[in-house]
């Protein structure tokens, strides 16, 4: 085996020892929950450490296992601890009146530049420091519905991949276009999670 | 090699996906879909408690969206275990088990009651924690012998690494925890009745069927 991978392995397995024995000791339950969340990066990062092409298309599933247990579990906890308050306006400071518009463009620009997963990932950004900053009195179908026609472009292309493969480079542009608007929709809901009038 | 799977029957290849029944998987198989219709059917128990010492007794009505929201886990839960019995692919499977895990965790929640919610919380902890081993045993897997077909492990000459093996059957244990935290909660004769049941026969199928595959590959 190539010695960079068992090297990798024997520090997931350290950091897995680690987290185990946080979690043996820890009591409260929501510090328990926050433990689990870095046992959910151990895996993750067992995941990664195949490096091939099929480790990036198994992390994502994986990703998204981690983060829906995570958010069930919250949901959980919220209701058997009996917390039934909206989250409060918290920090306000200057810079979040002035910043977000000039910011937001600039890397909705730039993910746009670089289109595909990435882009997605950096104009999400954009967008969630927007609606943090500004407040979400958008309408959220729009977005809800751009995500979804996009989820649609994205399997056509794939479709053309399978069906069609001279029209190859088409195929790459609507994929790319797709899932930057994929993952920037999904990201951007983000910044909507301090609540608000239709969050 | 022990073979419990015996004779393939079915062989479905789809690019690298691939799903096949063996007669030991396709009663599993017809097992998940009976029950999953038994869910779509069935109504919620109604429960009714004696107060003790008298002749008194009252009745708990199921409000309608907490129904829903059972059945639907209940079907969700059948639908996971329907993947997880069919799917030839290893990744597919630890995350088809995950899919359970997280329906039972759901399935178990939806009573609203402390107690209740508390051994759901316990047991979505123990879930979370075992997607490391199964997650890791699929990565590890396909890291050693490069393929997750379980067809192709098994024909292959490659050595599947017992610790691989080991670590799969940790992770199945983990998501299959659920019956053990509904009987915690005393939930099969009360709150959860019958949906509850969904919890106890996926966490036996994906049992069943983790040992096929480790007998296999």
């Known amino acids: 085996m190539i ?18 024995y946080a979690l043996v000791r820890e009591t409260d339950d929501l510090h328990r929950l926050l433990l689990t969340d870095l046992v959910e990066i151990v895996t993750l990062a067992f995941i990664a450490l195949v490096g091939t092409d099929l480790a990036e298309a198994l992390i994502l599933p994986g990703l998204v296992v981690g983060i829906s247990e995570l958010i069930a579990l919250s949901e959980i906890y919220r209701v058997k601890e009996g917390h039934i308050h909206p989250p409060r306006k918290g920090l306000r400071i200057e810079v979040m009146d002035s910043a977000p518009l000039i910011m937001a463009a600039i890397l909705v620009g730039y993910g746009i530049v670089l289109s595909g997963f990435p882009g997605g990932a950096i104009a999400g950004v954009g967008v969630i420091f927007y609606f943090i900053c500004r407040g979400q009195h ?18 056509v292309a794939f479709f053309t991949f399978m069906l069609f493969p001279q029209y190859w480079f088409c195929a790459v542009m609507l994929a ?6 994929k993952v920037m929709a999904k990201m951007s809901l983000i910044g909507a999670m301090r609540g608000g009038p239709n969050a | 090699m022990l073979s419990i799977g015996g004779q393939d029957l079915f062989v479905l290849e789809f690019g690298d996906i691939l799903h096949y029944f063996s007669p030991y998987t396709l009663t599993l198989f017809l097992l998940a879909v009976l029950f999953t219709g038994l869910a779509i059917i069935s109504r919620p128990e109604e429960q009714i408690e004696i107060a003790f010492g008298g002749d008194a007794y009252y009745a708990k009505e199921t409000t309608l969206p907490e129904m829903r929201f059972r059945r639907f886990m209940a079907i969700a839960c059948g639908l996971a275990s329907i993947g997880a019995m069919v799917s030839g692919d290893l990744f597919n499977y630890t995350l088809f088990t995950s899919m359970v895990g997280i329906t039972n965790v759901g399935i178990v929640a ?14 979505g902890i123990v879930a979370m924690i075992a997607t490391l081993p199964l997650f890791g045993s699929a990565a590890l897997i396909v890291a050693t012998t490069g393929t997750l077909s379980i067809p192709a492990l098994a024909a ?8 691989g093996k080991a670590l799969l059957v940790l992770g199945v244990v983990g998501e299959g925890m659920a019956p053990f935290y509904a009987a915690k909660a005393e939930m099969f004769r009360a709150p959860g009745a019958p949906y509850v049941i969904m919890c106890s026969l996926s966490s036996l199928l994906i049992f069943l069927r983790v040992v096929e595959i480790v007998t296999t590959i």
């Not at chain 1, 790319?176 to 608007?181: D, E, K, N």
């Not at chain 2, 939806?110 to 316990?122: E, F, G, I, S, T």
Request: proline share 3%.
């Open chain 1, 3 to 20: 010695p960079e991978y068992s090297l990798g392995l024997f520090a997931a397995f350290a950091t897995a020892a680690v987290a185990f």
């Open chain 1, 138 to 155: 958008e309408r959220f179908e729009l977005i809800e519905t751009a995500s979804g026609y996009s989820w649609v472009l994205w399997i």
């Open chain 1, 176 to 181: 790319g276009g797709a899932i930057l608007v």
């Open chain 2, 110 to 123: 939806a009573v609203k009651n402390r107690h209740v919610l508390n051994a759901a919380y316990a047991y």
């Open chain 2, 156 to 163: 292959g000459g490659q050595a599947v690494p017992l610790v």
